[in-house]
Structure formats: C-alpha cells, structure tokens
C-alpha cells in the first residue's frame, strides 16, 4: 500500500495549494481488528489523499502505530489530524515531519540476471547497501532499506536489467535523538487545541 | 453466578437507567428480546418499522438529553436503522443502536440476514462495535454509553452475534471505562477565556451565532445571561432554536438560507461573531467569501475537528460551552450598545418577516396561530421540507430542547416516530408534530405505535398536494419544470384519522384556524388536523446557491 501511481509514473509535479508539502504522521491506535479500515475510511471519505500508509506494532502490544504520508497545505494537515483524533480507537497523532527525523523504507526487487550479470549486480548492490537474498536461474532477489531517495535510486539503478517485480513496505519513521512519538511521551501532540 | 450475555445487556442497560427501548424483533435478537421479557424495569415499545424505533430514540433523546436506545434484528433490521442513525450523527444525539447479528461461526458467509452493520455504519457512528468475546460485552455497553452521551455526542452502535448472546458470562458491571483515545476537552483555556473577554469589550457591533451545542451542554440559562451583559443580538442555527426565547427584543431569529433578513444583515454588518455550538454549516454561510466579511470570529465549540473546518477562526476555543459561558461570564461587566442595537431595531423594522395574505390559508398563518395558542412552550416535533422551515421561521420557541427535528440530514419521515419519542420523554406534555403530505407519508406506519402507546399527539399537516421545498427549488433552479412533485392521489386523512381511532380535523380557511385550532389542541387523544394550503407558496427570504447571505429574494 505504498507507491502511489503518480510516483510509478514518474511525475512529481504537485499541484496547487500554499505552503503545500508531505507531511509524516506518527499515529498510535489501539491495536483492535478494524482499526485500518477506520482510519483508512476516514481519508477517503473527507477526501484526504494518502501517499502511504504502514501498520506495525509497538513496543506496547496493545498499542499499534501507523506511519502515515499526506500530501497538502497546513490547513488540511490540522484538519486531518483533528478528523483522525476523533476515532475512538486513535491514541495519539505527532506530525513527526515538523522536528528531525529518520524515515527507513525497505524494497525488495526480483531482477533479471544472467550469471554473467550476476558480478555487476552485487557490485552496484554493494554501493547501496543492499544484500542478495535469493538466487533463480535466471533472476536475483534483492533487498535494500533506506530512506525514500535511496531506494528510488537503488530501482532505477537496477531498472535496466529488467525488474521482474519489485514491493516496498513503506515508510517507517521516528523523531530523531531522545524526543518521542510514543505513548505517554512528552512530544507535543498536535491534537491540542491551542 | 452465570447469566447469558443477552441477560448481561439488559442488566448494563439498567444500570445506565435505560427506561425504554424502541424495537422490533427478528430471530438474531431473540435471545435479547428473550432477556427483555424478564426485566420490569424497562419498557419496550414495539414500532412498525426500524426506522421509527431509531426515529423515536432519537426523538426521545432530544427531548430528555438522555441516551436514545433502539434494538433491531441482523440484516434488513440493521439496514432499517441506517438513516435515523445517519441523522442523529449529522445532529449529535446521544443514541445507543443494539443489533443482532448471525452467529460468529456464519459472520462473512452471506448468512440469512447477514450485513456487516459496524461496516456500513463506520461513516455514520462516533463509534461501533462488534461484540466478539461475550466477557467483554459489559465493558463495550459501558463505553458505548459514556461516548455516545460525553463529547461532542452521537450514535454508537453495538452488533451482537446470536451465540455470543447466548454465552454465559460471570456479570460485573465495570465501574470506569478505559479509552486511553478518548479524552474531550471540557474546560477552556483561561488565557483564551480571557483574551475573549477582552475582545467582546472592546468590540462595537457583537452578533453571537447559536447552535444545538448550547442545547446538547444544557447551556441556555448562560446563553440568556451572555447576550443580556454585553448587549448581543443572537442569531440561531436551525439546530440551536428553542435554545433562546423566541420573543426576546435581542432575538434575530435564525440565519442563513431561509433565515430572517434582519439575522443575515446582522452577521453581515457585525465586527465580532461570536459561534457557540455551531459549525458554520452550508446552509448556515452560503457563499463563505461574503459570510461575516467585516467579522472577528470567536469559535467556541466541544469538538476541535469543527474548528478551522469552513471559515478561518481568529479566536479558537475548545471546550464545553456551558463551562466556558460560566467563566467567561465572570470576567465580563454590562456592557451598553445602544447604537447597534438601535441599527438592530432599525433592520428589523425594516425587513420584517412576511408573506402574502390574500384570504386563502396560508402555512405561515398555520404556524403563527399555532405559536400564538401554546405561547411557543409545546414540543413542536416537524418533518423535512418548507413546513419545517416555517416553523424555524414563525414558531416563537420559549423552552429549550422543545424542537425536535432533522437538521443536518434533513430526513423526511422522521417527524412522527421522533414525536413518539418525544412524548414518551415527556409524559404529560403538549406534543405537536407539524408535517407535511409528502413527510407524514414517509413514516405514517407509525400511527400504529402511537395509538398503542396511547399517545395524545397533535399533528397539524400542511397539504400542499405536492413536495413543496423540491417545487420551489424547481421554480428558481429549473424555470418552473416541475418534475415528480405533484401528488395526484392523497388518501382520506380525515378516514385515515379515524381508521387510527384519532380526531380528524380538515381547516381550509384562517377561521376554520381561529375557531378550531385552540379546540384542536385541548382535545384529549391523538388529532389529525389537515391543513389545505396552496402549492405555490415559497418559503421566503432565500439565499440561492452561490449567493452571500445578505442578498436574498423575497419572492
């Protein structure tokens, strides 16, 4: 559920809107079945688009967090936070993209790969960081993390060999130094109303 | 000792002080009605469709301010509820919506009368629940009511499968509820109480703009304080009506769409709006460029997510309305303003409301006589349509929470089940539901259920022959091609009055009004009074689309 269309297609216009950007948002949710659907519903009916959305768990079993990527003005970013605060089921909401943070996202990519290219390939893994995980006849399995530029670069860096099929699992993302979007944490949510 | 989960409902609804449930029954909710039949602390009030059971919790949820329950069965009786529970989300009425549903062994299967409700109704509840592990069920009927009645209320829905309430469970009913999620702001911020207080002193031509948040925080007596002291004019919202005394020299009326020209002028001319418990609806700001051009806006409202939603607010408030009132209200002194209240008179005068009377009986006059006989102090429960609209208009409200209808949604049919709540909520009270022939058709199953619970309502229906809000807006927006508006057959209302065992009554002239109305209303048991009144008659002043408020037609 990442990569959005326009992004496969190549275009990166965004259009209209002031002081429009992505914003990444740290949402924590109680961990119930349904809590996706909820949120996700509620992007598509008030008409909020999301670049990418990722679930996991949290160091608290009861507590899920969802990385969330919006795309818009200010304005649409308060609204979107209040609008999500509403769900019963949504703990805390930090829009992580206004403070230093770290974002990691994981690719892996099926490449066509004759074992002559076989050499070339792990060479220009090497450079990225990347690491073989699988090996078929005719096709190498590779798997890199990193931020969002890196791994668009590691794929069009391998887009001439032939991609047979490629999955990203979106972006995760934290505050960087002793600052946190977890429960309890003394970040300021940006549920507040003042 | 053990006790089924269906047992362990009825027990939770107790405990909440549930008195009455509106239902209708189906073989998912059997072990529920099963457990109903041994409690004698609540009364069940079987409806004729679903629609009027959550019509009439709603209804009764208006009137009282308490949770509204309503029960109905899997499939089709969970469908059934959908619009009353669509309307009491778009009104924020506390409601408790109880549906059986197939086993969980059949959940997903396309089983008999098997809907996913929590689905279908996600959009339209603050929150719903599938009951899976039946220990849990006290917790989530606990939860269900405290946020359905705390917050910006609303609609919360508890689907419950057939074996789960047939399970045994241990029954504790949970003292607290823990939703670490769910916490609404209920005090203001000081500093922004008292940054308000100094904006209102130094403001010159303050309007406050009131809407059913005053109502839902019980918030009158202060609203009435607040506009005394600083010499406000108040306008209301359709929602908020009845939350100020229709007959107050500082009253607008209420604004927007078909709002009183003198309400629209006001907000137009005012310095400082000051919005209570309203969220600046559509119908309400109509072209938002020209909405209180000249305005410093105060929002003070109990749900962030209003804020900032339509209009750009300069002073933000989040909290309860009644508390914030409270406080702000101390930090205030009388203040006098003549001069805009003197410009206030002024517009008044010179743009009152009116409408043509030519000797034929006209709606409005309907509505003033009935206003005029129960001096504004009945419960007026309406229907959707131009009747409802001249009720807002020429109804002359004293009390709150004694206007019971659809706003937000603006759903027809619900007038008569709502009216059925309502005087289940109010025993002993005058109820008067005015209708039209198009609404009373929607829901009119439901004279049923009045006639069994004994209920003395007094429906006044304005016939038009015709749904005359569509007419209208076909002959401003589709140059008089009126298309599926006109009703060729009506039945024999006076016959139907009496197939019901009510008193029929048919006024076509302001003297049939004059001479029956006040006997009308003092007779004892239920009453259908048809009232004939032209088709062609508009609701006047209105604001068309893409227009600002301060520039209506009148005719």
């Known amino acids: 559920m990442v990569v959005p269309a326009r992004e496969l297609l190549g275009v990166v216009a965004v259009e209209g809107g002031f002081g429009r950007m992505k914003h990444t948002l740290a949402v924590l949710v109680e961990n119930r079945p349904g809590v996706l659907v909820r949120v996700a519903g509620l992007f598509s009916r008030r008409g909020f688009n999301i670049e990418s959305l990722t679930v996991g768990r949290?160091?608290?079993?009861?507590?899920?967090?969802?990385?969330?990527?919006?795309?818009g003005d200010d304005r649409l970013i308060e609204q979107v936070t209040k609008q999500l605060h509403k769900l019963i089921d949504v703990i805390k909401i930090s829009d992580i993209s206004r403070e230093e943070y770290v974002d990691r996202d994981l690719v892996m990519i099926k490449v066509a790969a004759?074992?002559?290219?076989?050499?070339?390939?792990?060479?220009?893994?090497?450079?990225?960081?990347?690491?073989?995980?699988?090996?078929?006849?005719?096709?190498?399995?590779?798997?890199?993390?990193?931020?969002e530029g890196k791994i668009n670069a590691f794929e069009e860096s391998l887009r001439p060999y032939g991609i047979k099929e490629l999955v990203r699992t979106g972006k995760v993302a934290m505050l960087r130094g002793s600052k946190f979007a977890g429960v309890g944490s003394g970040t300021r949510s940006s549920s507040d109303d003042e | 000792m053990e006790i089924t989960a269906a047992e362990a409902l009825i027990r939770c609804l107790e405990k909440e002080n549930v008195e009455i449930i509106f239902g209708y029954p189906g073989g998912a909710n059997l072990p529920v009605y099963d457990a109903l039949y041994r409690s004698t602390r609540i009364n069940h009030v079987l409806v004729r469709h679903e629609q009027g059971a959550v019509h009439a919790a709603d209804g009764y949820a208006r009137v009282t301010g308490k949770v509204g329950v309503c029960l109905a069965t899997s499939g089709p009786g969970a469908t059934n509820l959908v619009t009353g529970i669509a309307n009491a989300y778009m009104d924020s009425i506390p409601l408790l919506a109880l549906t059986g549903q197939v086993s969980t062994s059949q959940?997903?299967?396309?089983?008999?009368?098997?809907?996913?409700?929590?689905?279908?109704?996600?959009?339209?509840?603050?929150?719903?629940?599938?009951?899976?592990?039946p220990r849990k069920l006290p917790g989530i009927v606990k939860s269900a009511f405290h946020i359905a009645a705390t917050g910006r209320p609303g609609p919360v829905l508890i689907d419950l499968p057939r074996d789960v309430a047939q399970a045994m469970i241990e029954f504790k009913y949970p003292a607290s509820v823990r939703l670490p999620g769910y916490k609404p702001t209920y005090r203001g911020h000081p500093t922004r109480i008292h940054e308000i207080a100094g904006l209102i002193k130094q403001s010159h031509r303050p309007?406050?703009?009131?809407?059913?948040?005053?109502?839902?925080?019980?918030?009158?007596?202060?609203?009435?304080?607040?506009?005394?002291?600083?010499s406000a004019p108040v306008t209301n919202t359709f929602m908020g009506l009845a939350s100020f005394p229709g007959d107050h020299p500082l009253f607008l009326g209420m604004l927007g769409m078909h709002g009183t020209r003198y309400a629209n002028l006001a907000v137009t001319e005012c310095d400082m709006l000051i919005a209570l418990g309203a969220r600046f609806d559509d119908r309400v700001t109509m072209h938002l460029q020209s909405f209180a051009p000249e305005a410093t806006v105060i929002h003070i409202d109990i749900d962030p997510a209003e804020i900032g939603k339509n209009v750009i607010t300069h002073v933000p408030l989040v909290g309860d309305v009644k508390l914030i009132l409270r406080a702000l209200l101390q930090g205030l002194e009388k203040i006098d303003r003549s001069p805009w209240l003197d410009r206030i008179r002024e517009l008044k005068a010179q743009y009152p409301l009116t409408y043509c009377r030519d000797?034929?009986?006209?709606?409005?006059?309907?509505?003033?006589?009935?206003?005029?006989?129960?001096?504004?102090?009945?419960?007026?429960a309406t229907d959707v349509g131009q009747h409802q609209?001249?009720?807002?208009?020429?109804?002359?409200?004293?009390?709150?929470?004694?206007?019971?209808?659809?706003g937000g949604l603006g759903a027809m049919g619900f007038g008569l089940p709502a009216a059925i709540g309502a005087s289940l909520g109010s025993p002993g009270e005058l109820v008067v539901l005015v209708t039209g022939d198009g609404s009373l058709q929607m829901t009119m199953q439901e004279l049923g259920t009045m006639r069994?619970?004994?209920?003395?309502?007094?429906?006044?229906?304005?016939?038009?022959?015709?749904?005359?809000?569509?007419?209208?807006?076909?002959?401003?927006?589709?140059?008089?091609?009126?298309?599926?508006v006109n009703f060729t057959f009506h039945p024999d209302f006076e016959l139907?009055?009496?197939?019901?065992?009510?008193?029929?009554?048919?006024?076509?002239?302001?003297?049939?009004?004059i001479k029956l109305l006040p006997e009308a209303l003092a007779t004892p048991g239920p009453v259908l009074i048809n009232c004939l009144v032209p088709p062609e008659e508009n609701v006047m002043p209105m604001v068309l689309a893409g227009k600002g408020i301060a520039e209506p037609v009148d005719r």
Not at chain 2, 109 to 133: C, M, R, S, W
Not at chain 2, 502 to 510: A, D, I, L, N, V
């Open chain 1, 58 to 71: 949290t160091e608290n079993p009861d507590v899920s967090r969802m990385t969330i990527e919006v795309d």
């Open chain 2, 496 to 513: 139907l009055a009496k197939a019901y065992g009510m008193t029929g009554y048919t006024f076509r002239t302001e003297e049939d009004v």
């Open chain 1, 114 to 147: 004759e074992p002559s290219q076989r050499v070339e390939i792990m060479q220009m893994a090497g450079i990225f960081r990347a690491r073989v995980v699988d090996l078929g006849r005719k096709t190498m399995t590779l798997e890199c993390t990193g931020n």
């Open chain 2, 359 to 380: 000797g034929r009986l006209k709606p409005q006059f309907v509505i003033e006589q009935l206003s005029r006989h129960t001096q504004g102090k009945a419960i007026i």
């Open chain 2, 389 to 406: 609209m001249w009720v807002a208009q020429y109804y002359h409200f004293r009390q709150p929470r004694t206007l019971i209808s659809s």
């Open chain 2, 452 to 484: 069994e619970q004994g209920l003395p309502l007094k429906i006044l229906m304005l016939n038009n022959f015709c749904l005359g809000m569509v007419r209208q807006l076909q002959e401003f927006y589709c140059e008089g091609r009126y298309m599926g």
């Open chain 2, 207 to 230: 309007v406050i703009y009131a809407g059913g948040g005053i109502l839902s925080a019980n918030a009158a007596a202060e609203l009435l304080q607040l506009a005394e002291l600083i």
């Open chain 2, 107 to 133: 959940v997903g299967t396309d089983a008999f009368q098997e809907v996913d409700i929590t689905g279908i109704t996600l959009p339209i509840t603050k929150h719903n629940y599938l009951v899976k592990d």
